[in-house]
């Protein structure tokens, strides 16, 4: 089990339609955040292994960008980070364990806020993972870790503006969120 602080920066981009019809420059931005997370695996061979991180869930502002940089926050959302990875570890040098790994991502959306958008909803999606990180063993039952994974996640959101006379908003969002943890290293 590895357990440490992640930090996820966004790398997003999301065109924005309302009433049906794009905006042109129009986009949002997310806050980065950092949160708790942990990553339970299994070791099928001593190079092999299959790892499920989970983090405690972060909130996330929505901002305006472009032609929509005067809405300013345009809602948040509550989410929660999740991972399920393939690794292959390089175990000839010594106490030192560099891996690589792929896997899925599932992008939960536990709680939307409304703010410039109202009735805002933001879909729950799945994603692709790339991974690749590094074990430091300090004994056989503790270690450190640091760990990046690039997360490949689209989604789509709704909502309306009472600003246009409640018309309604979608844009489709690809999230991107880099995330890196790192960490203590606990075997059992």
Sequence with gaps: MQIGPARIDFHE???LAVAGAPVPGAGAKLQNNTTLAAEISHHFTPAWSAGLTVGVPARTRVIG????????????????????TVRYAFNDFGRWHPYIGTGITYFVMLKEYDSFIKDLKIDNAFGGVIQFGIHYN???HLGLFIDAKKLFVKTSATGNLPALA?????????????????????RF
């Design 166 to 186: 409640g018309a309604p908003l979608n844009t489709n969002v690809k999230l991107n969120p880099a995330v890196l943890h790192a960490g203590i290293l606990f």
């Design 65 to 84: 960008t472009g032609a929509a940089e005067a809405f300013g926050e345009m809602g948040a959302g509550r989410y929660g980070p999740m991972a399920l």
């Design 138 to 140: 300090i004994d056989s």
């Design 13 to 15: 981009s999301a065109a």
